[in-house]
């Protein structure tokens, strides 16, 4: 474990934030400056990533799933340069994913540089363009990492240069166009800023780091104090932590201090525990100053965004800017036939207090009054954002339905206009005229065509295209092309609506009966379509079972048991067969539905239903909404 923690000047002080791409390696390369740093032993680090090796920092059991950082981090590593001056490094994890950019936006005014990762093959993606870009806004300067260099198909030298047609593109100033670069392999903790002089270590990206990146600005300690909270936490014990980076001045333990909050009211708080970075722990200490990372303890209420400042002068730091949602969708009380069995938390009052929650750490979101009481109208800034927190309520015992997401419009200039993304696309040349033809009927524009020269047979295209095509495209993408597709988009900004939104191409099968699905029905409606259910599951009068091979809906019997007789058959008798389902994840769910379905989210599965449930009901509303 890392000894206790040392003082060092702040001219020997880094904040770095690692920015990055989904899957470029930011969290494996974290884990090795953790492990070369001294700090830890490989058997640590092992230990405190649960057992698994390596991520240590992916903590919560979704981003150890999806392999994907969701919530932003803070650790410190201790490094001894050449001339044996004694430095620490406060990095800054932030996710790759754009649609968790409410997490980046509030932490980079933490950091005063930034390490940007870029995958030796793939080069700059749609994220790695979003984060970069706000690292720029917030003038930070990047030292290039091109990660992964031990690939086959690496192309370094490409890909350096992709960076810098992106810094050009971004309007980056003249010294961010000089960026230092480094070539490394994060899984195998090396780094070199020459592929010709290997390298067995991660030395010469600590070595840039302190020559290139800028220590915190000298005598802010002299300062009345300011501090922004960028980070909540939370404990049991002592209840919500708030984590920032000292502007100006100098915490201390047990001192009184002021907490200005967004609407400007202020109140005086004390301090009851000052706790600062030491590798992944954070550890007790008598005083924070200005430039360095700390957690403060016992401020409640304390939200995001604001300032803890000197009693006799203060003064509120400017508000933490956070990008606009651009989809939304209906949380409402689960009232199928099934609710109860499963959840804990059921009531509106329940999914509410959960929603209040999660808006104290979740900035980017949302919470509004839905068309009704049992109704919540919840904005994020893309589907995986809003999936991930159905995903968190589902696993704590909630059971709730949730709408089809819609995208959100202004009005600009007196015109409406919706969200438009960038959307990339990597597959094989022979896949290319599939591809072409589902992004055609989305109101999609070509912008880029291009091969990659190192592989050879993989084709690169970029689209612009709205926000709301992309609803149902994966699962659509990987079917077309045998999975080989990998498709990644990120919100570029708004334009006037391109036409009408476009629907889904087929009906839906829905059950008529409730009970217990017989693998003789299923069988005897193999022809009608694919479905989304398995012999035993229980379904419900309205549940949607599977997709129509036709464009209207079709309302089936998948309950019906074989009658039995005591005659022998004279012919051979009829066996079953259990036919392949399409598995539905609870993403691929939320892009599936329309408007007048739901999907039903319960601790123990994910189901389709209509709003309606009953036949009759259904056509009688369809009638009313014709006359």
Not at 104 to 125: H, I, K, N, Q, W
Not at 389 to 395: H, K, Q, V
Not at 527 to 535: A, S, Y
Not at 571 to 585: A, H, L, T
Request: charge should be negative; include cysteine; proline fraction near 5%.
């Amino acid at each position: 474990m890392p000894a206790l923690r040392s003082k060092v000047p702040v001219s020997h002080l880094r904040n770095v934030a690692i920015i990055a791409h989904v899957d470029h390696g930011k969290t494996t390369l974290v884990d090795q400056m953790l492990y070369q740093s001294g700090q830890y032993r490989e058997e640590d680090l092992s230990k405190l990533a649960g057992g698994q090796h390596g991520l240590i920092l992916d903590s919560n059991d979704l981003e150890r799933e999806r392999g994907i950082t969701i919530f932003s981090k803070n650790c410190s590593v201790r490094y001894e340069s050449n001339d044996g001056a004694d430095f620490r490094i406060n990095l800054i994890d932030t996710p790759g994913h754009a649609d968790f950019g409410g997490e980046v936006e509030r932490v980079l005014g933490m950091a005063s540089g930034t390490l940007l990762m870029v995958d030796a093959y793939e080069g700059p993606m749609p994220q790695t363009r979003f984060v970069l870009q706000k690292s720029l806004e917030h003038g930070l300067r990047p030292i290039v990492v091109v990660n992964k260099v031990d690939r086959p198909d690496a192309r370094p030298h490409e890909v350096v240069d992709e960076v810098f047609d992106l810094l050009v593109d971004l309007d980056a100033p003249d010294h961010v166009l000089e960026f230092p670069t480094l070539f490394a392999s994060a899984k195998q903790g090396w780094a070199t800023l020459d592929l010709k002089s290997p390298s067995d270590s991660l030395r010469p990206l600590f070595d840039t780091i302190l020559k290139y990146l800028p220590a915190p600005e000298g005598g802010q300690n002299k300062k009345p104090l300011r501090m922004q909270v960028t980070t909540l936490d939370y404990s049991d014990y002592v209840g919500r932590i708030a984590i920032g980076r000292v502007r100006e001045g100098t915490l201390r333990k047990r001192e009184t201090i002021t907490v200005i909050n967004r609407d400007g009211n202020a109140s005086n708080r004390k301090i009851t525990q000052l706790l600062a970075f030491e590798g992944i722990d954070r550890v007790e200490v008598d005083e924070v100053e200005a430039g360095d990372l700390c957690a403060i303890v016992g401020l409640e209420p304390i939200e995001i965004g604001d300032t803890v400042t000197d009693p006799s002068i203060p003064t509120a730091l400017p508000a933490v800017t956070i990008d606009e949602p651009t989809l939304h969708m209906t949380f409402r009380v689960n009232d199928g036939p099934f609710s109860g069995r499963e959840g804990k938390f059921l009531t509106s009052r329940q999914i509410s207090e959960r929603l209040q929650r999660e808006l104290r750490s979740n900035v980017a979101l949302q919470v509004g009054p839905g068309p009704t009481q049992e109704q919540f109208r919840v904005s994020g800034r893309g589907l995986m954002h809003l999936g991930i927190l159905i995903e968190n309520m589902r696993r704590e015992g909630f059971e709730l339905c949730v709408g089809k997401p819609q995208v959100i419009h202004r009005e600009i200039s007196g015109v409406r206009c919706e969200p438009i993304e960038q959307l990339v696309i990597d597959c094989p040349e022979s896949c290319q005229s599939a591809v072409m033809a589902l992004i055609g009927d989305r109101r999609a524009t070509v912008t880029k065509i291009s091969q990659r020269t190192s592989t050879g047979g993989f084709i690169h295209m970029e689209f612009t295209i709205p926000s709301r095509s992309l609803m149902g495209l994966r699962s659509r993408m990987l079917n077309a092309t045998q999975g080989q597709a990998i498709m990644h988009h990120t919100l570029l900004g708004y334009e006037p609506v391109r036409g009408e939104p476009t629907r889904r191409a087929a009906g839906v099968l829905i059950a008529n009966e409730a009970g217990s699905a017989t693998a003789y029905s299923l069988d005897a409606l193999y022809d009608r379509g694919e479905f989304f259910i398995r012999p035993g599951d229980q379904v419900y009068e309205g549940q949607v079972v599977g997709e129509h091979c036709r464009p209207d809906d079709l309302v089936i019997n998948v309950v019906r048991g074989k009658k039995l007789t005591n005659m022998r058959a004279a012919g051979k008798d009829d066996n079953s067969q259990v036919r392949p389902v399409r598995d539905m994840s609870l993403e691929a769910c939320l892009e599936y539905i329309e408007d007048d379905e739901l999907v039903e989210v319960t601790p123990n599965a994910v189901r389709l239903r209509k709003i309606i449930l009953l036949e009759a009901n259904r056509r009688r509303a369809a009638r009313q909404a014709k006359s």
